[in-house]
């Protein structure tokens, strides 16, 4: 099993403080530590960073955390391995192109038997159930639309084709594409919203808290998705099983 | 215009040294300021770095030349912008997925009146001539073979293909699968194969040196190719216009 962290803001944000958060649970706080990645929009172009060392120890994660990279929407992925062995190819998040667009997925959970007919032009590159989901959705998006759909169009489609695979076992997902951050869930994941008036959050997984007030403006809006809350004094809400929303300019559509 | 930087190798090969002098050709002893990028292949996964800074000035750029990840097949690129925008979509290298592996290219020149048709399912995502090249390209090789061809096979494609691209502009490139490094040349392009007895080299634009014996077996081989030959005492071989070399191991095919 995995975690998940997404961030979906109006405004360019930096996810330094989350992902210092998350980061120690590759390994130090808990034991997802069979790499980890991130991958960050910046207007139509991409940063994508993946690792297999744990994310605690790796380098990279460590300049995640000093540099404060600026985006509208994150996702990141801290690795227990579950199917797939420990290498580069099966890090998440996973990324492919449609419609000359990026489109990035991280997944926490286990899929039993699901070995969709890829018969289009996206196929795995790794061996985790994880890669085939995403590219069985890209296949199918492909399919649904002939470019890229409206927000509502694809929330749409996503809710047809989700079942499918969430029949296999657990399929807690994030996608984006750079417009909008899409979170599935099926047994743990959680929200937040943060707005005007910005307020003062301490870490759960770390001594580190932060003043959001004073580095926001109060039109900012940035909301946080994870597998487990990361703060312990911000208000969490759990999403249903079975539930997908949208996140669109830091709120949930 | 831009530069060139590829890396071919018979055993997982750190890239700092060529990779130190290359980056300081990123606004420090050049001109190519306008972004940068490298990637590495690491077993069928892949590392890929891309930034709009200055490739002297990146935070990311300063990770790679510190952090010593080991690769059989690495591209980079320092741009120096002649079509498209400053932004981080524009950055080379590009990455598309085909055949559930992960194809790596990147370019220097200028493509005049290149707008192929692409009706297969890879468009460029930013607005340079060189990623529209790249998608055609992968466009004609999806519609050649029907799964991944042998090094050999491909390089018969390519030279097929190349031509009618080339005749639109200077059209010097860099392409891999992590299974061979293939470069092209219409205008600039060089190359350099160390391998036993190792010597020693001096980088051109940084007061650096390294000896190469200290660092490799006997069996190693590396082959470089670039731009302009970045150290001052080793043998560099200038490519012939509309030259195609393939690098496998370590050494030109």
Chains 1, 2 share one sequence.
């Not at 297999?52 to 227990?80: F, G, M, T």
């Not at 099966?90 to 007919?117: I, K, M, S, T």
């Not at 959705?137 to 084709?161: D, I, N, Y």
Request: charge should be negative; include cysteine; glycine fraction near 6%.
């Amino acid at each position: 099993m995995c975690q998940l962290l997404g961030m979906n803001c109006n405004t360019p944000t930096d996810v330094t403080f989350s992902f210092a958060g998350f980061a120690q649970r590759g390994g130090r706080t808990d034991h997802h530590s069979d790499g980890w990645g991130i991958a960050f929009f910046e207007g139509l172009g991409l940063r994508h960073f993946v690792d297999h060392q744990p994310a605690c120890e790796s380098p990279v994660a460590d300049l995640i955390r000093r540099y404060p990279i600026k985006s509208r929407n994150v996702i990141a992925h801290i690795r227990k391995a579950t199917q797939g062995e420990i290498a580069l190819q099966n890090c998440h998040p996973f990324v492919r192109e449609l419609w000359g667009r990026y489109w990035v997925f991280a997944h926490n959970g286990d899929l039993q038997d699901f070995h969709p007919r890829l018969h289009a032009n996206f196929r795995p590159v790794g061996s985790t159930d994880s890669e085939r989901a995403f590219c069985w959705l890209m296949q199918e998006m492909w399919k649904s639309h002939a470019g890229v759909p409206s927000v509502k169009e694809l929330t749409l489609t996503l809710r047809e084709l989700v079942p499918s695979i969430a029949k296999h076992g657990r399929f807690n997902f994030l996608l984006s594409n750079g417009d909008a951050l899409w979170a599935h869930c099926s047994t743990n994941l959680y929200y937040t919203e943060r707005k005007h008036p910005f307020a003062h959050a301490q870490l759960t997984d770390d001594d580190l808290s932060i003043d959001f007030a004073q580095h926001t403006t109060p039109q900012d809006k940035v909301a946080v998705v994870v597998t487990a809350p990361l703060t312990v004094n911000e208000q969490w809400t759990q999403f249903q099983p079975g539930e997908l929303k949208v996140f669109v300019d830091g709120s949930a559509a």
